[in-house]
């Protein structure tokens, strides 16, 4: 096939920004289904973390995408996209084998030496802060828009966003009653239980919706023991959905240790989301706030 010239490369991306829609927010997913990538498309995009790779799809931008990581799983149509594997255990021979222009990669990624070895070779890796508040979320989608050459896009959906964010955190502001304890279990894997302390994504959102950690002293996850569960009391036990299922559901999660031994657990209040939609810090955020505080309100009223 003939190689496109530069000047034509220009006029083709130049109808693309001009024929752009910025819609709303709720709309920037309803794009046209993932494709292969466009021989004209001069970005050529691998994006590692699965917030990362929404904000790419909310800016209309899935057209550069050519790889995404494992934990790229919204919209359902990232998922039809090369995988590069996990975000923390990166193949440099597989990022490269996709030929990127640009890789964008949360804080979180790895080993570091595949992250030189790509810089290495040439090509431009940016590393996004986790920052998990509102505003991180922000500083992100203005970071991608510049990289993907769509800033207009990245404006309009921050405005969305604010008005959301204004909407949810109203939502959780008619709170009157004492904050309950949540004890999050982070559960993916039988063989690996942890509880999350400060400084993690779990300790963001419960702050989001008013409640408090029911665990604390500590940063990051810690294994799960018996006497800690026991002792922290905790009123709710949050997951992910993918956790809840991994540990065998309600009954499965109620047999770690300690925990039937908690009010969460004599009362049976388990709840759980999505992990990337709950811990993932990207667009949907707002929304995720105000499922956790639904839910939350929902079990404490039973």
Not at 65 to 92: F, I, M, N, W
Request: overall charge positive; proline content about 6%.
């Amino acid at each position: 096939m003939r190689r496109l010239t530069h000047s034509a490369q220009q006029v083709n991306l130049e109808r693309r920004k001009v024929c752009l829609h910025v819609g709303a927010l709720a709309a920037a997913f309803t794009v046209a289904p993932t494709h292969a990538a466009n021989p004209a498309n001069s970005r050529r995009i691998v994006s590692v973390g699965g917030a990362l790779t929404e904000i790419v799809f909310a800016l209309q931008a899935n057209a550069d995408l050519v790889g995404v990581d494992t934990t790229s799983l919204y919209p359902e149509s990232a998922q039809k996209l090369p995988s590069v594997g996990y975000a923390r255990s990166l193949s440099a021979e597989g990022v490269l084998a996709l030929a990127p222009t640009q890789v964008i990669v949360t804080e979180d990624a790895g080993p570091p030496a595949v992250l030189r070895q790509l810089s290495a070779s040439g090509i431009p890796v940016t590393v996004l802060a986790a920052n998990h508040r509102f505003e991180g979320l922000n500083e992100r989608i203005e970071r991608i828009g510049e990289l993907t050459g769509r800033v207009a896009q990245a404006n309009a959906i921050q405005q969305t966003l604010q008005q959301d964010w204004v909407r949810v955190r109203a939502q959780v502001a008619q709170h009157t009653t004492k904050p309950v304890r949540v004890l999050f279990v982070l559960a993916h894997t039988p063989n690996q239980i942890m509880v999350a302390g400060a400084d993690t994504s779990a300790q963001a959102m419960l702050d989001y919706v008013g409640a408090n950690n029911a665990i604390n002293g500590f940063s990051g996850y810690k294994p799960l023991t018996p006497e800690a569960v026991i002792a922290a009391r905790p009123d709710i036990v949050l997951l992910t959905d993918q956790g809840l299922k991994a540990t065998g559901g309600v009954d499965g999660i109620l047999k770690l240790p300690g925990l039937e031994q908690t009010p969460a657990g004599r009362s049976r209040r388990v709840i759980s989301l999505e992990a990337m939609f709950l811990l993932g810090f990207g667009p949907r955020l707002p929304a995720a706030v105000s499922a956790l505080d639904t839910a939350i309100g929902k079990v404490m009223r039973v």
